[in-house]
């Protein structure tokens, strides 16, 4: 069965940058897609980024293009986000999914599409 960790939370300045890390044990990587998730204080979790199992594709919410970056490493059996220009809205638990459903190709950004999740870090972005 596959578990996933995230680290790499913090607190970082408005404008800074962050690198999470989400590492899977129990099963490799490689058969899965990966999405990493946000979920601000006091509202639903929402899609944020994720990479098709292949490693060919990626999708973004409009909010994080251009500043978030997920990488695979099948190798490491890890997944990275990396996050620059961060935003005080940007705070929240960032938790890391994966799914195996949809294809080689494909990535989602809709929660209901994963079955495996880990138990988040929190990012604190200050103004």
């Known amino acids: 069965q596959l578990q996933l960790v995230e680290s790499g939370g913090g607190v970082v300045q408005a404008g800074g940058s962050l690198n999470l890390s989400c590492t899977a044990s129990?099963?490799?990587?490689?058969?899965?897609?990966i999405g990493w998730f946000h979920q601000p204080p006091g509202y639903a979790r929402e899609g944020s980024i994720c990479?098709?199992?292949?490693?060919?594709?990626?999708d973004a919410a409009d909010s994080v293009k251009g500043r978030f970056t997920i990488i695979r490493d099948n190798a490491r059996n890890t997944a990275y986000l990396q996050m620059n220009s961060l935003e005080p809205e940007d705070t929240g638990i960032y938790y890391c999914?994966?799914?195996?459903?949809?294809?080689?190709?494909?990535?989602?950004?809709?929660?209901?599409?994963?079955?495996?999740w880990g138990h988040g870090t929190q990012v604190t972005v200050s103004s």
């Open positions: 999914a994966a799914e195996r459903f949809y294809g080689d190709q494909y990535c989602g950004l809709i929660d209901v599409q994963y079955d495996t």
């Open positions: 990479i098709s199992r292949s490693g060919g594709n990626t």
């Open positions: 129990g099963l490799t990587l490689d058969r899965y897609a």
